[in-house]
């Protein structure tokens, strides 16, 4: 099991960025590939992007494509999402998670082992 904490949610006018960091444990955080998702009031929890454990492949949500970037620093255990040009859209909860035993990549929450406990991230028009 991994502990996740994320950080560096806020409010920010359309247009803005925010970087949010997640911070794991564990000595084998190289070894997981890690996840971000996202979920607004009353839908489901959706896909945002994901990175594998070396960091070198990522993949993004068509929604975010061009404008988020996802990053890892194994030294510190942290992911990263930056997000540029925000839009109303983007507000959410964003949660990291990470799954263990593989460094692949995953779209599906259902694949991934721990979550952390999400940050809010609002953006206004």
């Known amino acids: 099991q991994v502990q996740l904490v994320e950080s560096g949610g806020g409010l920010v006018q359309a247009g803005g960025s925010l970087r949010l960091s997640c911070a794991g444990s564990?000595?084998?955080?190289?070894?997981?590939?890690m996840g971000w998702f996202r979920q607004a009031p009353g839908k489901e929890r959706e896909f945002v992007a994901a990175i594998t454990g070396s960091g070198r492949g990522t993949y993004y949500a068509d929604s975010v494509k061009g404008r988020f970037t996802i990053s890892r620093d194994n030294a510190k255990n942290t992911v990263y999402l930056q997000m540029n040009t925000l839009k109303p859209e983007d507000t959410a909860v964003y949660f990291c998670?990470?799954?263990?035993?593989?460094?692949?990549?995953?779209?599906?929450?259902?694949?991934?082992?721990?979550w952390g406990q999400g940050t809010q991230v609002t953006v206004s028009s």
């Open positions: 998670a990470a799954r263990l035993n593989t460094a692949a990549i995953s779209s599906t929450p259902g694949s991934y082992n721990d």
């Open positions: 564990g000595r084998t955080f190289s070894s997981y590939a």
